[in-house]
């Protein structure tokens, strides 16, 4: 091995370090910095969209949009290098999340005159997926999406009969009301439906009848009770896997999976040997 082949594996196993893993001061150093900037851009999105800010500030607001896009520019292009796959990382949702928020800034300036595309405020407001980014530095994200892909059964169970409660509700409230009072189809009356129980009440649809209104009063109760039902559900997942999981972070260097645990041998999502050891 020649030394400047050592030396670029030195560099790209010490930039893996910092930028994948979160577990090190120099990771977690990286992690905070990285949030910081996230935080920073989100807020000059938002001062950009207002005409009066915008107006006034445009230039001061243009530069610090650009500074950040060449920070996430700079950081997605180390990631990519330092990735061991990086065809796999560049396909991942962190990866396409990492595009993203540099993507639309390049676009408007090849772009800004494209009347298919409304306004080239439709590229700008994409940048408020940089928010996304977050998710990869909080590792209980991490939790909240296990526990949510592990319910995702019973949700969709729970989901299921709501849907049917809501088609039958529905469907009998176009019967009772009709059309003379705002019910005019049952389409319309599963969206009346589904605002009930969901105990919006927009108000846009409501019942005339003594016995709609006794149909919408049920519904009303019964959305109390529905509401409750994912949200239980969840967290007694997240709560199995609390103890199940310890509260330590690994990345896997072959599929970037950061939901491990310290101790862990293999990868759970792609059976890759992991480090046993771990530097601080």
């Given at each position: 091995m020649t030394l400047e082949t050592h030396q670029a594996g030195t560099l790209k196993h010490t930039l893996y370090k910092v930028i994948f893993e979160s577990d090190t001061?120099?990771?977690?150093?990286?992690?905070?910095?990285?949030?910081?900037?996230?935080?920073?851009?989100?807020?000059?999105?938002?001062?950009?969209?207002?005409?009066?800010?915008?107006?006034?500030?445009?230039?001061?607001?243009?530069?610090?949009?650009?500074?950040?896009?060449?920070?996430?520019?700079?950081?997605?292009?180390?990631?990519?290098?330092?990735?061991?796959?990086?065809?796999?990382?560049a396909l991942s949702f962190f990866g396409i999340i990492d595009l993203i928020a540099v993507l639309p800034t390049y676009l408007a300036l090849f772009f800004p005159e494209l009347h298919a595309l409304i306004d080239v405020r439709v590229l700008r407001l994409l940048r408020i997926f940089r928010i996304f980014k977050l998710t990869g530095f909080l590792s209980e994200y991490t939790h909240l999406?296990?526990?949510?892909?592990?319910s995702r059964r019973k949700i969709l169970v729970f989901l299921?009969?709501?849907?049917?409660?809501?088609?039958?509700?529905?469907?009998?409230?176009?019967?009772?009301?009709?059309?003379?009072?705002g019910f005019t189809s049952i389409p319309i009356s599963i969206y009346w439906a589904i605002t009930t129980m969901t105990t919006v009440g927009f108000g846009?649809?409501?019942?005339?009848?003594?016995?709609?209104?006794?149909?919408?009063?049920?519904?009303?109760l019964m959305g109390w009770g529905t509401l409750a039902v994912p949200t239980g559900i969840v967290t007694s997942e997240m709560t199995i896997r609390r103890h199940k999981l310890d509260t330590g972070n690994m990345t896997c260097p072959n599929c970037m999976a950061n939901d491990l645990t310290?101790?862990?041998?293999?990868?759970?999502?792609?059976?890759?040997?992991?480090?046993?050891?771990?530097?601080?």
């Open positions: 001061n120099a990771g977690r150093t990286f992690d905070r910095i990285l949030i910081y900037f996230i935080l920073l851009s989100l807020v000059v999105v938002m001062l950009d969209s207002v005409q009066s800010i915008s107006d006034r500030y445009h230039s001061i607001l243009s530069f610090l949009e650009w500074s950040f896009t060449l920070i996430f520019t700079a950081e997605y292009i180390a990631r990519l290098y330092c990735a061991q796959d990086r065809k796999k990382y999406a296990n526990a949510l892909a592990a299921s009969v709501v849907l049917m409660v809501v088609m039958v509700m529905g469907t009998l409230m176009y019967v009772v009301e009709g059309p003379e009072h846009d649809i409501t019942p005339k009848t003594d016995l709609g209104k006794f149909i919408a009063s049920t519904m009303m310290i101790g862990d041998k293999y990868c759970s999502r792609c059976g890759s040997n992991l480090p046993s050891e771990r530097s601080s």
